[in-house]
């Protein structure tokens, strides 16, 4: 698990996205911002830490053939601009969800989430704007493995940078299914812009990057029903 810092005051959907808590422009006080990641692979079953991830990549590892005298199937490892490319085209994004932390109720869900198309929209129902602490999730799954998942999101209101966010995933196992867990606290509502003036107004822009590499790229446009 890891805490981060974030200087912006919306709780986007990972990969689409979804404000949830915007306060007004200039002044835009941070908030705290937590992150959890679980891995499941044929290997290891479900793990919450990265301390549990390398020794299975490990266990994979050593199935695999070894570069070196006597084993004529062994081969280099791919140069890193055609491990991105293969990384680009094996990430999937599964489903994604939105729930009150402190009830568990679902408040938005999307499955088969197409993450390539240029721009999509998604609908967030206005009563998420009234939880106190906000839950996002993403599954995930990727046929790569990756050494430094992390996801940037630029958020624009009317055209213009309003926030940015950026969460660190960290190594992904090849072949795995993954669930990104992050926890927003809420504005005060006197602070936040109301929903009528964000819908339509806001679009997220989110990308995922394997280190200095990019995997995928989106953007989605906010309407609150």
Known sequence: QSSLEAECATAPLPGVCAPLHVRPRPDVPSLRSHSQQFETCELCGPSPTLSHMYPASAKKAAKAPTKGKGNPSSSAPLPEWKH???????????????????????????????????????????????????AREISFSSR????????????????????????????????????????IEAAEQSEMIPAETLSGNILIETEFFDGPNLISQSKVRIFYV
């Open 84 to 134: 991105a490319k293969a990384a680009r085209e094996g990430f999937r994004i599964n489903e994604m969800k939105m729930k009150n932390a402190e009830t568990g109720e679902v408040l938005w869900h999307c499955g088969e989430w197409d993450h390539r198309r240029s721009e999509t929209s998604a609908r967030i129902p206005k009563a998420i704007l009234n939880c106190r602490v906000v």
């Open 144 to 183: 790569e493995s990756m050494k430094a998942l992390r996801m940037k999101q630029n958020i624009l209101f009317d055209g213009d940078l309003l926030e940015e966010w950026c969460f660190d995933f960290g190594f992904v196992i090849p072949g795995s299914t993954n669930s990104w867990e992050q926890t």
